[in-house]
């Protein structure tokens, strides 16, 4: 029996191409702009939502913040830099990762009598671009800060921008990968991470804690034996599914969609138990 399937998102504006550049659009480089520059969320509105405690959400080692963190509204914690063209390009990727967050808490209900689906299915692509939207925006905004507490920012490099809107398929060695390390216990919590992934200096790629799951995306290719700090050669690449198990007879999978090679057989599989769950 063949396995669900989810196309990817498109995140290519519509009709043909403006020839326009909206100044302090972060995409201006692809010469596509249109419309007025945009407060964009390079953390997707709704995945905040999903975290927030009265239409606030807790923001920690972030440029501008205190040391300690605070609370701030989160319909404000965005920034002008998309026009609205580019800005309503990436909507379906806003989309996707806040369906994704809800899943998460969907499967950390169920071990206490919620009810589940036998199987969620996403397109691994929009999650990986959808992290890459936010690495972007971080860029281009200044949210990001060094242990030094040095802002960085810089501009977007064009060849991630035509990853994000015209060439959803990274090329062999860039991608997603889940941070596996077999034994290691967590719990499906209210959080989300996200922070640069640096090499030798350089900005390659972003981390992701969603709800407990840690994700890495990285923007070049960086042999295993290469890896270090926040990657890992016992990362997967591109997992197919986490299978989370709730008993002997009681399971749900949550499966990624790939298009292309090479492609990653691997199901992590999450064995659900009071307070926490273990990465097997």
């Known amino acids: 029996m063949s396995q669900p399937y989810k196309a990817l998102a498109k995140t290519t504006p519509p009709g043909p191409k403006t020839g326009k550049v909206v100044p302090k659009c972060y995409a201006g480089a692809l010469s596509d702009c249109d419309g007025e ?19 606030e959400t807790f923001i920690t080692n972030a440029a501008g913040m205190p040391r300690a963190g605070r609370w701030v509204p989160t319909s404000s914690y965005a920034a002008k830099v998309l026009c609205h063209r580019h800005n309503q390009a990436l909507s379906p990727l806003d989309a996707e990762a806040h369906r994704f967050m809800q899943v998460l808490e969907d499967v950390g209900k169920a071990s206490t009598g919620g009810a589940a689906s036998p199987a969620y299915v996403f397109s691994g692509h929009d999650l990986e671009r959808w992290m890459l939207k936010a690495l972007c925006g971080a860029m281009a ?35 997603l990968s889940f941070s596996h390390h077999v034994g290691r216990a967590f719990s499906i919590d209210k959080n989300v991470g996200l922070a640069p992934l640096l090499i030798a200096g350089e900005v390659v790629g972003i981390t992701a804690s969603l709800r407990g799951f840690d994700f890495a995306l990285v923007l070049r290719d960086v042999p295993l034996e290469h890896r270090g700090g926040s990657l890992s050669p016992a990362d997967v690449y591109r997992p197919a599914a986490f299978r989370i198990i709730y008993g002997e007879s009681r399971d749900t999978f949550v499966r990624f969609c790939w298009d292309v090679a090479p492609l990653n057989s691997t199901t992590i599989s999450v064995l659900w138990q009071p307070g926490r769950t273990v990465n097997t």
Do not use: C, N
Not at 38 to 55: C, F, K, P, Y
Not at 148 to 163: C, D, I, M, S, Y
């Open 141 to 175: 905004s200044g949210a990001f800060q060094t242990r030094r507490a040095e802002r960085l920012r810089g501009e977007v490099p064009k060849h991630w921008l035509e990853q994000l809107f015209h060439l959803p398929y990274m090329p062999k060695g860039w991608g």
């Open 37 to 55: 520059l945009t407060r964009e969320h390079w953390i997707s509105e709704a995945v905040l939502l999903e975290v927030s405690v009265d239409g």
